[in-house]
């Protein structure tokens, strides 16, 4: 299972080596990539990448859904999938629901068809940049010891702090004392490794609009503080 078009969750970009690796791999021994495009409708900086599912159909399962473009609340996802696993995947999908939910399937239809989906779409992805830009610019000012990882692209940023700081445990705490909850990614690496740098994962699309340059002064004053070990504020 792979994120290609931005790793989840350090947002890097799978290259071209590597998808075709990827692809010869599936092809040579009839394997499966399962290929998760959790938000690939928005990417700032460059053209979006093409899906791996295009250059072997029969060996790529494609899995999208508008969990990102209009909220995960709805269930609303898709699947493109190699011809012999249509019927078998239907099935499975039958004896484990029974029913898809249709009215929530009518509107998106029709968001399509009338190109509000695609409008709403564009303007998300303008907003959504000029959010990134912006913790970009504050943290450049205000943290800047911090590095940001991974492509300009999704809903989220993955932020690297020097070492000598804050330990994870204690950032966590430190976020909490500024009304954050932050996610750090101690669990989210296969093999722990006690010397790798303390990472965050901080989403930018929730915050109200009003709400959004409070929540930056949050979170720049949770990582100074945790740059200069927990004793800053
Ligand atoms: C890697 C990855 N895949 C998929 C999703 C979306 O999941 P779902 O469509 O089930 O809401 C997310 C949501 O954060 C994700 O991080």
């Not at 989840?8 to 394997?31: E, H, K, M, Q, Y």
């Not at 913790?135 to 000012?141: G, T």
């Not at 690297?160 to 009304?179: C, K, N, Q, S, V």
């Not at 409070?214 to 503080?225: F, G, I, P, Q, V």
Request: proline letters at 6%; glycine letters at 8%; a positive charge.
């Amino acid at each position: 299972m792979i994120t290609p078009a931005h790793q989840s969750v350090l947002g890097s970009v799978l290259s071209p080596a590597r998808r075709r690796a990827f692809i010869d791999w599936a092809c040579t021994g009839s394997g499966l990539l399962i290929e998760d495009d959790y938000d690939g409708e928005f990417r700032y900086g460059r053209q979006p990448v093409g899906a791996l599912q295009a250059m072997a159909p029969e060996n790529v399962a494609y899995l999208g859904s508008v969990s990102k473009t209009l909220g995960p609340a709805l269930r609303l996802g898709w699947m493109v999938l190699p011809r012999r696993l249509v019927e078998p995947v239907s099935e499975a999908k039958y004896y484990a629901d029974v029913q898809t939910e249709v009215i929530g399937q009518l509107v998106l239809a029709e968001l399509i068809r009338t190109h509000a989906y695609d409008r709403h779409v564009r303007a998300r992805r303008l907003r959504y940049r000029s959010r990134r830009d912006e913790l970009l610019r504050r943290l450049a000012c205000e943290a800047p010891e911090v590095r940001a990882r991974g492509a300009a692209a999704g809903l989220h940023i993955t932020l690297e702090l020097p070492p000598g700081g804050a330990p994870a445990g204690e950032l966590r705490a430190i976020a909490a004392a500024h009304g954050l909850a932050l996610l750090d990614l101690g669990r989210s690496w296969h093999v722990a490794d006690p010397a790798r740098p303390v990472s965050v994962m901080v989403g930018y699309a929730t915050p109200a609009d009003h709400a959004y340059s409070a929540a930056l002064d949050a979170l720049c004053a949770t990582l100074r503080a945790a740059v200069s070990g927990g004793k800053a504020s």
